[in-house]
């Protein structure tokens, strides 16, 4: 495997160079069943070393044990890491299907007092709105979020899961310097208008689930086998019929694998990757793991180059899939465009 350090982009026209790989660390307290936490401290490590430097978690993952687990590791090295977090979210733990949605001004003074207190950090460098609220517009929103801006709490805004005219006009109040949002071979609905409004904002793109939640790694294909509190049990993707055909969509991911003597999760990560070129942006893709071995694999995808035969052969993947990426739709961009 190669150990050289990945390249890096930037985060918006002023935010921070980051790797051009992030790591999303949401799994290492939440969602996908139990985690070994020793391991999860080797995977932070072996991420800085190998030049991710884009760390994202959010308030909501494991009801802000996320944010303390991670802050041990940050405070260790507080000037080699670009600290992501979120509000807006909040799961019940005693109903985890249900999402309560909150973007008024006084919820996210609260949201980023509390964020930093758990993170132990003076400020935050990446601060996302993690869902839209829209009974409150995103003007006020974004207001608020800027105040944070000038009192130094928090450094470079972003938004999560916004439609192409919720960014234009958040934008307009404040610069946005990343949109996170679900992008991969199975997921390209924020094609339509997201990304080219963020691609003529200078808006980076922080792809999250580039594998699928595991399911373009050919690794989880179904819900068979997942811990009873696994995240996958309430994504339509992975049940039933729809997971059985998703599956067969990954012989052309084998396809080119093969030819590259690589694994498929590196493939559609490489794909994702190279729709920086694609679209003319930059993309920081934050695929999720708690494995060292799994975060060497990913990071050595950024050295993958697909040819345009490959490309082609990939190309009609997202649009046989079956299933929604979410059971309830409306707390995606998708759901509002």
């Not at 070393?49 to 494991?62: F, I, K, P, Q, S």
């Not at 000037?79 to 799961?91: G, H, N, P, Q, R």
């Amino acid at each position: 495997m190669n150990d050289s350090r990945i390249p890096t982009a930037r985060l918006g026209t002023a935010g921070p160079r980051v790797g051009v790989q992030g790591l999303g660390c949401m799994g290492m307290s939440f969602a996908y069943g139990p985690a070994d936490a020793d391991a999860s401290r080797a995977t932070l490590e072996r991420a800085l070393e190998l030049g991710v430097t884009l760390y994202d978690t959010a308030d909501a993952y494991g009801a802000g044990e996320n944010e303390r687990f991670l802050a041990p590791f940050f405070k260790a090295h507080r000037e080699d890491v670009v600290v992501a977090t979120k509000f807006a979210l909040s799961i019940p733990p005693d109903e985890p299907t249900r999402r309560i949605i909150r973007n008024d001004a006084p919820y996210i003074r609260e949201a980023v007092e509390a964020s930093l207190r758990r993170l132990d950090l003076d400020v935050i460098d990446l601060y996302y709105m993690h869902r839209r609220d829209v009974n409150v517009p995103i003007e006020e929103t974004v207001g608020a979020m800027a105040e944070l801006v000038r009192e130094g709490k928090v450094r470079h805004l972003g938004l999560s899961e916004v439609t192409a005219r919720e960014l234009r006009a958040a934008h307009a109040v404040h610069p946005i310097a990343a949109v996170q949002s679900e992008w991969s071979l199975f997921s390209r609905d924020i094609e339509a208008g997201v990304v080219p409004a963020a691609a003529e904002l200078g808006v980076a793109l922080v792809p999250y689930s580039p594998l699928g939640r595991g399911f373009l790694t050919g690794s989880v294909t179904s819900t068979d086998g997942l811990a009873d509190d696994d995240f996958r049990h309430q994504q339509p993707r992975f049940t039933g019929d729809n997971a059985a055909a998703n599956a067969a969509l990954l012989a052309p991911v084998r396809t080119v694998a093969e030819a590259h003597g690589a694994t498929l999760g590196q493939i559609a990560l490489a794909w994702v990757q190279q729709r920086a070129e694609v679209h003319g942006l930059p993309v920081i893709p934050i695929p999720g793991t708690r494995k060292p071995t799994r975060v060497a694999e990913n990071t050595a995808a950024t050295g993958i180059v697909l040819t345009d035969d490959e490309l082609s052969l990939l190309e009609p993947i997202a649009e046989k899939v079956a299933g929604d990426r979410y059971a309830d739709m409306t707390f995606a961009s998708a759901g509002r465009e």
